[in-house]
């Protein structure tokens, strides 16, 4: 037995902080202490996200989308 043991890598990686992150944008798993653009894995992939996000709010259908986003109320009264 000696008093090595705590001080050993092992110990003090667990002391490390390494919480696993998934990215949103391209699916990467990596730890928070990789990336300089939390919770995205990359300054890229923060962008891309926010990007995504600013396209669908701008060209979200007001009304008539893809066929199974109407409405089916306004539908049964066209019937
Ligand atoms: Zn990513």
Do not use: Q
Request: with cysteine; glycine share 6%.
């Amino acid at each position: 037995m000696s008093h090595s043991e705590i001080s050993s890598p092992r110990y003090a990686a667990k002391m490390r902080n390494n919480a696993k992150i998934h990215c949103g944008t391209c699916g990467t798993n990596f730890y928070l202490d990789e990336t300089d653009s939390p919770p995205f894995c990359s300054e890229r992939c923060k962008l891309v996200d926010l990007n995504r996000w600013m396209h669908e709010e701008i060209s979200l259908p007001h009304e008539g989308g893809p066929g199974e986003l109407d409405d089916p109320s306004s539908s049964d009264i066209a019937h």
